[in-house]
């Protein structure tokens, strides 16, 4: 513990485990003074629902809430109906846990919460109900009520006493990214440091940047937040989606040009120096952003047919630099709105985003598929095992393969986590027989059963409460809550825990030996189908000609990286490479951009220029591995001998611009374009 921490700070895990356990046994006492029928739902829903931060635990009690009544109405809907045929019902069950799971993988933000409750909680209900169709309404009316008061009480204790705010959370991380970048970014207008440093930092920032955005999507459900710093911390996040791919594109410039060429251009050395001071300076120590950009406005040159290569990448990285002054300084200035707690609204940036939304996200449609067939089957399997021995209390394997196989699905390899939620289960089974049929017998009052769940309870609140236990924690304190089934009267039987137990651990063996068979792939073949959605989004974006969608384009592609990066030692090395330096998503951004500077250029030009597109499109749709085919830099070279000679200023420095940064991106060791015969050097 570090002293200088306050105290709050420094036992916030301890404080968490506490508040957790007077939230459940809160919601146990009111749910047993309502009389509801089970009463340890709402304890172990508790459990379920509470987050460190009151943000995260306000959204997934919002979204639990949800997914519970979508759940129960479909639950309502299936059993009645389909009772007298239990295979159809199985089957419709299986179908559903699937349907919904497959929507929660796609969805892939907290809101993907609704959906994998809306699957499992019909398995829950539906499966222990099967007996007595009749009161299927009321047991889905009373889940609901369960879930619902263990929700209410989590979140009033969490947004109550001592609560922890979503937003300095996410600041912080914000506030340490931007210094993170502000000194990749100075070492790289230096050029200090080894290639692997700046690597090593190009990957932590875009790894970074995605757990900001996991973390940040709790704010809008925190109460403790300013609407204004939510929406200045969405600024800010937007321009760190491109602060990223920029910095990326001034150290590979800065490569193409050579140190040789910067000691011949000594004013553009000097502009790099001052900008790198400029960049870590305080806001009150550094000159303005507007005498930056008009140093770097001075040393643009005007682009025509006799432009050398040197010059074209000279004003392409004049143009990154300005957008990195642009960006610098928007983030500065939205940080200190924050700060002063200011409406974003009064602050003049520079940058302005085409599309204006949120960034789009990774989806496998595939993966996603296989993950939903597997659990539908898994839950198959128990029902045909479970009606075919009419074992009484089978029930409960079904229930628990759907929601192993739901838990786990988003995990690189489901199979190891539902392994190891069964090995932590067989330890709640232990605990809880202990429990049931040593200490709960001797007791008669209310307040001696707290003091005895305390210890257990406060040790399992303390392993959520820590990021490396969260997932062991959970699982026991769930599982000890609805296995011991607290009630208002004792009535616990040996035979009836350990049948109930058995069938509980039979459904997560066989959930996870069928993941294992429908899910046997592994982080390396992900990584591999990450590598290969990027190239076919940049496919895409080479074939389409509209505009507006440069930020949701960097959004999706740096989320994926950010996937990517966590997978990253199983990619060849030419692929690790191009992870390494955003190479992907620079020439995605390049595409966006040559696209854009189209609609100014002369007929003949676009048509140079959209041929090489197509022939961009198709080599990457066939991407394989290694290297780009040698026909399409001999069509870049070509729309590059275009474009240099196309009347209008404007457009053809864009297009130059764009067609400069997919030529590097794509060939960083190909000779220099040579201007006067307008083909490839190596043609």
Same mark, same amino acid.
């Given at each position: 513990?570090?002293a200088?921490?306050?105290?709050?700070?420094r036992?916030?895990d301890?404080i968490f485990?506490?508040?957790?356990f007077?939230?459940?046994?809160?919601?146990?006492v009111?749910?047993?003074?309502?009389?509801?029928?089970?009463?340890y739902?709402?304890m172990a829903?508790?459990?379920?629902?509470?987050?460190p931060l009151?943000?995260a635990t306000?959204?997934?009690?919002f979204?639990?809430?949800?997914?519970t009544l979508v759940?129960?109405?479909?639950?309502?809907?299936l059993?009645?109906?389909l009772?007298?045929?239990?295979?159809l019902?199985?089957?419709?069950?299986a179908l559903w846990v699937?349907?919904?799971?497959?929507?929660?993988?796609?969805?892939?933000?907290p809101?993907?919460?609704?959906?994998m409750l809306?699957?499992?909680?019909?398995?829950l209900?539906?499966?222990p109900?099967?007996?007595?169709?009749?009161?299927?309404?009321?047991?889905a009316v009373?889940?609901l009520e369960?879930?619902?008061?263990?929700?209410?009480?989590a979140?009033?204790?969490?947004?109550?006493?001592?609560?922890?705010?979503?937003?300095?959370a996410?600041?912080?991380?914000v506030?340490a990214?931007?210094?993170?970048a502000r000194?990749?970014?100075?070492?790289?207008l230096?050029?200090?440091?080894?290639s692997?440093?700046?690597?090593?930092r190009?990957?932590?920032l875009?790894?970074d940047i995605?757990?900001?955005?996991t973390?940040?999507?709790?704010l809008?459900y925190?109460?403790?937040?300013?609407s204004s710093?939510?929406s200045?911390?969405?600024e800010?996040?937007l321009?760190?989606?491109?602060?990223?791919?920029v910095?990326?594109?001034?150290?590979d410039?800065?490569?193409?040009?050579?140190?040789?060429?910067?000691?011949?251009q000594?004013?553009?050395k000097?502009?790099?120096?001052d900008?790198a001071?400029?960049?870590?300076s305080?806001?009150?120590?550094?000159?303005?952003?507007d005498?930056?950009r008009?140093?770097?406005?001075?040393r643009?040159?005007?682009l025509d047919?006799?432009?050398?290569?040197?010059r074209?990448i000279?004003t392409?990285l004049?143009?990154?630099l300005?957008e990195l002054v642009?960006?610098?300084?928007?983030c500065?200035a939205l940080?200190?709105?924050?700060?002063?707690?200011?409406?974003?609204s009064?602050v003049?940036?520079?940058?302005h985003? $085409?599309?204006?939304?949120?960034?789009?996200?990774h989806r496998d449609r595939?993966?996603?598929?296989?993950?939903?067939?597997g659990a539908a089957i898994?839950?198959?399997?128990?029902?045909?095992?479970?009606i075919?021995?009419?074992?009484?209390d089978?029930?409960?394997?079904?229930?628990?393969?759907a929601?192993?196989?739901?838990?786990?699905a988003?995990?690189?390899?489901?199979?190891?986590?539902?392994?190891?939620?069964?090995?932590?289960?067989?330890v709640a089974?232990?605990?809880?027989?202990?429990?049931l049929?040593a200490l709960?017998p001797?007791?008669?009052?209310?307040e001696?059963l707290?003091i005895?769940?305390?210890p257990?309870?406060?040790?399992y609140?303390?392993?959520?409460?820590?990021?490396?236990?969260?997932?062991?924690?959970?699982?026991?304190?769930?599982n000890?809550?609805t296995?011991l089934?607290?009630?208002?009267?004792?009535?616990?039987?040996?035979?009836?825990?350990?049948?109930s137990a058995?069938?509980?651990?039979v459904?997560?063996?066989?959930? $996870?030996?069928v993941?294992?068979?429908?899910?046997?792939?592994g982080?390396?073949?992900i990584?591999?189908?990450?590598?290969?959605?990027?190239?076919?989004?940049l496919?895409?974006?080479a074939?389409?000609?509209?505009?507006?969608d440069r930020?949701e384009?960097?959004?999706?592609?740096?989320?994926?990286?950010?996937l990517?990066?966590?997978?990253i030692?199983?990619?060849?090395?030419s692929?690790r490479?191009?992870a390494?330096?955003?190479?992907?998503?620079r020439?995605g951004l390049?595409?966006?951009?040559?696209?854009?500077?189209r609609?100014?250029?002369a007929a003949t030009?676009?048509?140079?220029i959209?041929?090489?597109?197509?022939?961009l499109a198709?080599a990457?749709?066939r991407?394989a591995?290694g290297?780009?085919?040698f026909?399409?830099?001999?069509?870049i070279d070509?729309?590059?001998?275009?474009?240099?000679k196309?009347?209008?200023?404007?457009?053809r420095?864009?297009?130059?611009?764009g067609l400069?940064?997919?030529?590097?991106?794509?060939?960083p060791?190909?000779?220099a374009y040579?201007?006067?015969s307008?083909?490839?050097v190596?043609?």
């Amino acid at each position: 513990m570090r002293a200088e921490e306050p105290f709050l700070v420094r036992h916030a895990d301890l404080i968490f485990a506490l508040k957790t356990f007077a939230a459940s046994i809160l919601a146990l006492v009111i749910a047993l003074a309502m009389d509801l029928p089970r009463p340890y739902w709402a304890m172990a829903t508790v459990y379920i629902t509470s987050q460190p931060l009151a943000g995260a635990t306000s959204s997934k009690a919002f979204f639990r809430v949800m997914g519970t009544l979508v759940g129960a109405t479909m639950t309502v809907a299936l059993v009645p109906n389909l009772i007298d045929a239990p295979e159809l019902l199985c089957l419709a069950i299986a179908l559903w846990v699937g349907l919904c799971l497959y929507l929660s993988l796609l969805d892939g933000t907290p809101r993907s919460y609704v959906f994998m409750l809306a699957g499992y909680t019909v398995a829950l209900i539906s499966f222990p109900s099967v007996s007595e169709p009749g009161n299927i309404f009321d047991t889905a009316v009373a889940r609901l009520e369960e879930i619902s008061l263990g929700i209410v009480c989590a979140s009033l204790v969490s947004t109550i006493i001592f609560p922890r705010s979503v937003a300095p959370a996410v600041a912080g991380r914000v506030d340490a990214w931007l210094a993170d970048a502000r000194r990749l970014s100075q070492v790289v207008l230096l050029r200090e440091g080894t290639s692997e440093t700046r690597r090593a930092r190009r990957l932590k920032l875009a790894t970074d940047i995605v757990e900001i955005d996991t973390l940040s999507t709790h704010l809008a459900y925190d109460r403790l937040t300013d609407s204004s710093a939510v929406s200045g911390l969405s600024e800010i996040w937007l321009r760190m989606l491109m602060l990223l791919p920029v910095i990326a594109s001034l150290e590979d410039r800065l490569a193409a040009l050579s140190e040789e060429a910067l000691r011949r251009q000594p004013e553009l050395k000097r502009l790099l120096d001052d900008l790198a001071q400029w960049i870590v300076s305080d806001v009150s120590a550094r000159q303005p952003a507007d005498q930056i950009r008009a140093t770097i406005a001075e040393r643009q040159a005007t682009l025509d047919g006799s432009a050398s290569w040197e010059r074209i990448i000279t004003t392409s990285l004049l143009l990154r630099l300005r957008e990195l002054v642009d960006l610098s300084r928007d983030c500065r200035a939205l940080s200190q709105a924050i700060a002063e707690s200011r409406k974003i609204s009064t602050v003049d940036v520079a940058f302005h985003s $085409e599309a204006g939304a949120a960034p789009v996200r990774h989806r496998d449609r595939g993966l996603a598929l296989w993950s939903a067939a597997g659990a539908a089957i898994a839950i198959l399997i128990c029902c045909l095992f479970w009606i075919g021995t009419g074992w009484p209390d089978g029930a409960s394997a079904p229930m628990m393969a759907a929601v192993a196989c739901s838990f786990f699905a988003a995990q690189d390899e489901p199979a190891r986590f539902i392994r190891s939620f069964g090995l932590w289960s067989l330890v709640a089974i232990v605990v809880v027989a202990i429990y049931l049929f040593a200490l709960v017998p001797a007791i008669s009052h209310i307040e001696v059963l707290v003091i005895a769940l305390a210890p257990t309870f406060l040790l399992y609140g303390l392993l959520i409460a820590r990021p490396a236990t969260a997932g062991t924690g959970m699982a026991l304190a769930a599982n000890t809550a609805t296995l011991l089934a607290l009630q208002s009267t004792y009535n616990a039987d040996f035979a009836s825990y350990a049948n109930s137990a058995a069938a509980f651990f039979v459904g997560v063996v066989i959930a $996870e030996l069928v993941t294992r068979i429908a899910r046997g792939v592994g982080a390396e073949w992900i990584a591999n189908r990450l590598v290969l959605s990027s190239w076919k989004t940049l496919a895409v974006a080479a074939e389409r000609r509209g505009k507006r969608d440069r930020a949701e384009f960097a959004g999706l592609m740096l989320h994926r990286l950010g996937l990517l990066v966590q997978r990253i030692a199983f990619l060849s090395e030419s692929d690790r490479r191009d992870a390494d330096s955003l190479v992907q998503l620079r020439i995605g951004l390049n595409i966006i951009d040559l696209r854009r500077a189209r609609y100014g250029l002369a007929a003949t030009t676009i048509h140079v220029i959209d041929d090489m597109l197509d022939q961009l499109a198709i080599a990457c749709r066939r991407y394989a591995g290694g290297g780009m085919p040698f026909e399409l830099l001999t069509s870049i070279d070509r729309a590059l001998a275009r474009a240099v000679k196309d009347p209008n200023d404007r457009a053809r420095e864009d297009a130059l611009i764009g067609l400069v940064g997919i030529r590097r991106g794509l060939f960083p060791d190909a000779p220099a374009y040579r201007p006067s015969s307008g083909k490839s050097v190596a043609a």
